[in-house]
């Protein structure tokens, strides 16, 4: 696994296609597995990256933060599509750190647990699965729109839009969208999303849109309702 060289033009292309249909490097929250890639960048992305530079965006206003982000800090060629090798020279020394915390020279709770707990335990599991399967799974979603305003007329409203479309993650669907006079030239964008509630929430949407600093000005909720 791994980007490449993301000190490259061709490793920050394959971490923009990575971000393609991602918010974050893993998961569904800010985590160490960002501030790792993160740090490996020696500035931002360019304007054309769009998803790398939405997420570096992101990312950099968690820096004050970036510490008490959860997870655990792995080597950065651990990060990334498969079959891409890591030549970052940072990734190097964590790399053999990491090796070395694999090395269990006690032995495992599991390689000691009896044959009687472990069918106790898979009887249970298979309890747990059969009830919750019988259960129908119920998904509450809402429809947002939203009011995505520039900096002046002067903004280029068809890349904003490209820009806030960009951003994708699990629960979230694009819908259709407008531009809407404000007064002296300027339009802003009034677009609309269903989203899963728990999935997605509107603080971290509109952080990520108010990230594309060069297009946008501000975002407000024009309309929210429960689906």
């Known amino acids: 696994m791994g980007f490449g060289d993301l000190r490259s033009a061709a490793g920050l292309t394959v971490l923009n296609e990575f971000l393609a249909d991602k918010s974050y490097i893993e998961g569904y929250v800010p985590s160490q597995a960002d501030v790792a ?4 960048l020696t500035s931002a992305p360019r304007a054309e990256l769009c998803h790398a530079l939405r997420w570096y965006n992101h990312i950099k206003s968690y820096e004050k933060q970036k510490a008490s ?6 080597p950065l060629g651990k990060y990334g599509p498969v079959n891409i090798e890591d030549t970052t020279d940072s990734s190097a020394k964590p790399a053999k750190e990491e090796e070395d915390d694999d090395i269990d020279l006690f032995g495992s709770d599991e390689e000691e647990e009896s044959e009687e707990s472990k069918r106790i ?3 249970r599991l298979a309890q747990y699965a059969s009830k919750k399967s019988k259960k129908p799974a119920l998904i509450a979603k809402s429809s947002i729109l939203l009011d995505v305003k520039p900096w002046d007329d002067e903004t280029d409203m068809v890349k ?4 806030v479309r960009s951003i994708q993650m699990p629960g979230l669907l694009w819908g259709s969208s407008k531009l809407v ?5 300027i339009k802003k964008l009034q677009i609309g999303c269903v989203v899963e509630d728990d999935k997605v929430g509107t603080d971290d949407l509109e ?4 990230a594309f600093e060069d297009y946008v000005q501000s975002v407000d ?7």
């Open 37 to 40: 890639v993160f740090e490996a």
């Open 69 to 74: 982000l959860p997870g655990v800090k792995k």
């Open 121 to 123: 335990k898979e009887e």
């Open 160 to 163: 904003l839009e490209e820009c």
């Open 181 to 185: 006079p404000v007064g002296y030239g």
């Open 207 to 210: 952080d990520q849109i108010t």
């Open 221 to 227: 909720v024009a309309a929210f309702n429960k689906i």
